[in-house]
């Protein structure tokens, strides 16, 4: 079993700043990519930003230079920084992590709850 547990979502105004946080927790051998996802009502679900296990970081256009992504390997973590946040940045943001439980099972794609972003004045 694994969970993925984020925080850091809320409402902040436009050219603000927030920082969105993600752990993963359970059975883990290994993680493969961990990335961020988003959703809006009747849109499809859109990688925002992704990073592999040696730190090779992939970003949405729409994002690039605004959001920066980190991960702490040893804490089976990743960050979302996000600055100068447009109210197009409204979503839902999700959590992703390809998880390898055990060395024998190929790994696969576990996501947390979600957290709210709201971007408006």
């Known amino acids: 079993q694994v969970q993925l547990v984020e925080s850091g979502g809320g409402l902040v105004q436009p050219g603000g700043s927030l920082r969105l946080s993600c752990a993963a927790s359970g059975t883990i051998f290994s993680i493969n990519d961990m990335g961020w996802y988003r959703r809006v009502p009747g849109k499809q679900r859109e990688l925002v930003a992704s990073i592999t296990s040696g730190g090779t970081t992939n970003y949405a256009d729409s994002v690039k230079g605004r959001f920066t992504i980190s991960r702490d390997n040893a804490k089976n973590a990743i960050d979302l920084q996000m600055n100068s946040l447009r109210p197009e940045d409204t979503a839902i943001y999700y959590c992703?992590?390809?998880?390898?439980?055990?060395?024998?099972?190929?790994?696969?794609?576990?996501w947390g709850q979600g957290t709210q972003v709201y971007v408006s004045s």
């Open positions: 992703n992590a390809n998880v390898r439980p055990f060395i024998a099972e190929w790994g696969r794609d576990y």
